[in-house]
């Protein structure tokens, strides 16, 4: 077998966590940061995500095969994307202006879409947004699970899509490829499937409607 993608995880709030400790489990190396300093969340992932190791966000990066972002968008303004840079970017961000307060540049279109952009050098897939942190690790199953959940996967390199489906569906979801980033705004929130934790034929159902009127 290949050896597994390093991940860095950029966010220790309430989601990184979570995904950092499924990635744990399925077996990838896991670094996790925050933008200050690690020794700030050593002891809390040790005890809370056993096995991921606290790292800066840069060495995280400079080490990883695929970057999670993982904190609110509105710090988003503060990741440089020089640091991104030839990265393959998992955008796990979603706009929520109640937290997020309005960020106009946020408020027509697609989040990803403006995240890519911003990330010109970078591969950003859409993906690990649109189920609630609880419920991520609550309901992910091995392959095969008669009730193992759908996630969605959006991006526009084909080959950094194929990579992060590889990860939803060793973290425990089976992934349901959206064609581009446009098409991934089904995963954002007003889309049909955020929110919701849907088996592969409802899921492939409420966001395929949804994706072709994007079309
Ligand atoms: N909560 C959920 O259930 C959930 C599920 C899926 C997706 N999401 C999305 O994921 C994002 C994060 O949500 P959350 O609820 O986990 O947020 P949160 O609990 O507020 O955590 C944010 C984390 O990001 C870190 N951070 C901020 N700026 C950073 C930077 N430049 N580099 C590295 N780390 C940085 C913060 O640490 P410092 O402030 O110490 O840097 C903190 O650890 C949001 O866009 C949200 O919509 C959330």
Same mark, same amino acid.
């Given at each position: 077998?290949?050896?597994?993608?390093?991940?860095?995880?950029?966010?220790?709030?309430?989601?990184?966590?979570?995904?950092?400790?499924?990635?744990?489990?399925?077996?990838?190396?896991?670094?996790?940061?925050?933008?200050? $300093?690690? *020794?700030?969340?050593? #002891?809390?992932?040790? %005890? !809370?995500?056993?096995?991921?190791?606290?790292?800066? &966000? /840069? =060495?995280?990066?400079?080490?990883?095969?695929?970057?999670?972002?993982?904190?609110?968008?509105?710090?988003?303004? $503060?990741? *440089?994307?020089?640091? #991104?840079?030839?990265? %393959? !970017?998992?955008?796990?961000?979603?706009?929520?202006? &109640? /937290? =997020?307060?309005?960020?106009?540049?946020?408020?027509?279109?697609?989040?990803?879409?403006?995240?890519?952009?911003?990330?010109?050098?970078?591969?950003?897939?859409?993906?690990?947004?649109?189920?609630?942190?609880?419920?991520?690790?609550?309901?992910?199953?091995?392959?095969?699970?008669?009730?193992?959940?759908?996630?969605?996967?959006?991006?526009?390199?084909?080959?950094?899509?194929?990579?992060?489906?590889?990860?939803?569906?060793?973290?425990?979801?089976?992934?349901?490829?959206?064609?581009?980033?446009?098409?991934?705004?089904?995963?954002?929130?007003?889309?049909?499937?955020?929110?919701?934790?849907?088996?592969?034929?409802?899921?492939?159902?409420?966001?395929?409607?949804?994706?072709?009127?994007?079309?």
């Amino acid at each position: 077998m290949a050896e597994p993608s390093r991940l860095a995880v950029l966010g220790a709030g309430h989601v990184g966590p979570v995904i950092a400790r499924l990635a744990v489990k399925a077996g990838y190396p896991v670094a996790i940061a925050t933008s200050g $300093d690690p *020794d700030d969340i050593a #002891l809390i992932t040790e %005890l !809370v995500i056993p096995g991921a190791q606290p790292r800066w &966000a /840069s =060495d995280a990066v400079a080490d990883a095969d695929i970057v999670v972002l993982a904190i609110p968008l509105h710090r988003f303004a $503060d990741v *440089d994307p020089g640091l #991104l840079s030839g990265r %393959l !970017v998992v955008d796990a961000m979603n706009y929520w202006p &109640a /937290s =997020d307060g309005v960020l106009e540049a946020f408020e027509d279109g697609g989040s990803s879409e403006i995240v890519a952009r911003r990330l010109s050098g970078s591969a950003v897939v859409k993906a690990l947004n649109h189920i609630g942190y609880h419920e991520l690790e609550a309901r992910a199953r091995p392959a095969g699970a008669p009730d193992r959940r759908a996630a969605g996967v959006a991006g526009d390199d084909p080959a950094a899509v194929a990579a992060v489906a590889g990860l939803v569906d060793r973290i425990g979801y089976d992934p349901v490829r959206l064609g581009n980033l446009r098409a991934g705004r089904v995963l954002q929130p007003g889309g049909p499937v955020f929110g919701a934790v849907l088996a592969l034929p409802e899921f492939e159902r409420a966001a395929g409607q949804d994706t072709r009127s994007l079309a």
